[in-house]
């Protein structure tokens, strides 16, 4: 089944405490990328890789960085969480070319910073 | 720069109206995408319709359907007789065309759909 996937999909820790959320996806799609999902703020993108080594800044990529070693996996790294990265977290995916643009969504991962 | 307006933060009816969530674009592009998601309160984010800017077509399937209007600028989402499962946060998203960005998504920040009994 074509699908991206996150883990974990909850989390709780403590400020300061390094974590890394991984996300992969089994459809050979070049494009991945990382949101953020807040209160009335909606979905804002963080980073995005267009291929394997490529990344790049999105609207809101403080206190976050990113890998793309691998063409499958998409890692987010925390490196010192902070209360106000508490957020739902989504990845996403898509193929070079695509008819429509459409992105593939992971399930999400709600982590919380206490 | 693109821009998605979900002027509307909440809305509640009553089962079996009929409700319309308003979607306001903004893009100088010529070729972009726009797309409707459900997030129910399970939290994942469920794909419900994509359109493309040369396709002003309207929509329908089932209960929901989609009003493009490239004039106003708007793509504006009807559920009919709604009902109880409808409840979620909708999301309008605008996907420019653009090989340095291989066509990110903005989205507008939801709209807060409950629907009672």
């Known amino acids: 089944e074509a699908q991206v996937t996150q883990n974990p999909r909850y989390l709780i820790t403590v400020t300061g405490k390094k974590l890394t959320v991984t996300c992969s996806q089994n459809m050979n799609h070049e494009y991945m990328s990382w949101y953020r999902q807040d209160p009335g703020l909606g979905l804002r993108q963080i980073y995005y890789?267009?291929?394997?080594?490529?990344?790049d800044k999105g609207d809101v990529p403080e206190g976050y960085k990113v890998s793309r070693k691998e063409k499958r996996n998409f890692p987010l790294i925390l490196e010192s969480p902070s209360p106000n990265q508490t957020s739902l977290y989504f990845c996403a995916s898509r193929p070079r070319w695509s008819s429509y643009n459409e992105q593939f969504f992971g399930p999400g991962t709600r982590l919380t910073v206490l | 720069a693109q821009k998605v307006t979900q002027a509307q933060t909440e809305i509640s009816v009553v089962e079996k109206e009929d409700v319309t969530l308003d979607c306001v674009y903004e893009t100088r592009d010529t070729t972009y995408y726009l797309f409707w998601y459900k997030q129910p309160p399970s939290g994942e984010l469920v794909f419900l319709i994509r359109r493309n800017s040369f396709d002003e077509q309207n929509e329908i399937s089932g209960r929901y359907s989609w009003n493009f209007q490239k004039s106003t600028s708007s793509f504006n989402f009807t559920i009919t007789a709604s009902q109880v499962v409808d409840s979620a946060v909708y999301f309008c998203a605008l996907s420019d065309d653009r090989g340095s960005t291989l066509g990110r998504l903005y989205f507008g920040r939801g709209t807060q759909l409950t629907v009672w009994p």
């Open positions: 890789s267009m291929n394997v080594e490529v990344t």
